[in-house]
């Protein structure tokens, strides 16, 4: 799977946007970016994958840069139950395993 | 909700054991995916399988295996339990290339 590096923890403020980054400079052409999160003990929650143009959901936005090599995500308005490890990957192709690095600790403060 | 069920919710086994964890693939889905997350770190895949053949396994010894049934369900069998078998075990089921978690068997091995 192509590496990816996110930064260890964020805080953000109840209410305002939650930006994740996420470089993957390795990514190839046909490589997908996945984003999961995982609530405290909870089984990891698939929230969004894109591969170049920019998606939208009902939980996030993904922004993928035009070069492919970092993307963020984007949760619009956080909540307390936001709260939780963000983990970005880059399945190989054909989606045989997922490769689950240290991910982002996202913190919500009230 | 992701439709995949999981159990037991909890075990306590000994060293030496053998365990028997269940997992129920969200409806449609024929393949699944096994991972081992151990206390603090991201989850770690184990093996997959598609329409009842094992489909590509993680860095795990022989005493870890698998079976998929024809109705896509699954289970995970570990032999002669170790100390360091400890973990959350999370089933993940997919149709095509999104994986969706179920919400794990947390494993006490003493």
């Not at chain 2, 149709?95 to 003493?110: A, K, N």
Request: net charge negative.
């Amino acid at each position: 799977d192509a590496k990816t590096t996110q930064p260890p923890s964020m805080d953000c403020a109840e209410g305002r946007a939650a930006n994740l980054p996420c470089n993957h400079s390795t990514i190839s052409g046909n490589e997908y970016v996945y984003w999961y999160r995982q609530i405290h003990s909870q089984g990891p929650q698939y929230i969004i994958h894109g591969l170049k143009n920019n998606e939208t959901n009902e939980m996030a936005s993904l922004i993928i840069t035009e070069d492919r090599k970092s993307s963020t995500l984007i949760l619009p308005h956080a909540t307390l139950r936001d709260t939780a490890v963000y983990y970005c990957i880059i399945p190989n192709f054909g989606n045989e395993k997922l490769t689950f690095g240290t991910g982002t600790r996202l913190t919500i403060i009230p | 909700e992701t439709g995949v069920t999981q159990s037991p919710t909890h075990l306590i086994k000994t060293r030496g054991q053998q365990v028997t964890l269940r997992c129920s693939s969200q409806s449609g889905h024929n393949t699944v995916s096994w991972y081992q997350q151990a206390l603090g770190q991201g989850p770690q895949f184990i093996f997959q399988y598609y329409r009842e053949e094992e489909n590509g396994r993680g860095n795990f010894p022989p005493r870890f295996s698998g079976l998929q049934f024809p109705n896509y369900s699954s289970e995970l069998n570990v032999n002669a339990l170790e100390l360091d078998d400890s973990a959350l075990y999370l089933c993940a089921s997919s149709l095509q290339e999104t994986q969706y978690f179920g919400p794990g068997t947390r494993l006490l091995v003493l």
